[in-house]
């Protein structure tokens, strides 16, 4: 298995942590409240642009999910073309496949703010989260199998050795 998978797992992993804590952030502030239930739209110029530090909150936590968002496809591709093990590659499009539920659930926190709303959006997204943590656990865990096998083969591709190294 290439390093840079296992930094992308990682990353993304990492991504989706912080992306949890700005949104328990954004949830006790309320900000979602600051959008006056127009998701996917907000307060500000053209509901567009924040005008208050809530809206900023809630747009900003929408720009990490975003990215994080892509960040999590990008890994779900790259573990399916490159043909890592199974658990990976179902492990990483488990993450994908709640991710468009997850962004509704973010939604309906929006127009209907409430214990019950946040609890599920929270649920799901602890799903993904715990769905980047086995694919980042498992695609370590098979470099430390392979390096244990094989030590000259995980020393080269941290090397920076053109012969890509699979695990």
Sequence with gaps: MRIRFRHLAATTTGFTFGLILLGVYTGAIGAGLSCGARWPFCDGWMGLFPATWPSFIEWFHRLVAMVTGFMILGTAIQAWRHDHSRRIRWASTIAVVVLP???????????????????????????????????????????????????????????????????
């Excluded at 649920?123 to 096998?149: C, H, N, P, Y």
Aim: aromatic content about 6%; overall charge negative; charged content about 10%.
């Design 101 to 167: 539920v997850q962004i509704l659930l973010g939604g309906n926190t929006v127009l209907n703010f409430g214990p019950i709303s946040s609890v599920v959006h929270h649920a799901a997204a602890q799903i993904i989260f715990a769905a980047m943590i086995a694919t980042t656990v498992w695609a370590f865990e098979t470099a430390g199998t392979r390096a244990a096998t094989d030590p000259e083969a995980d020393a080269s591709a941290e090397s920076g050795s053109s012969d890509p190294v699979r695990l």
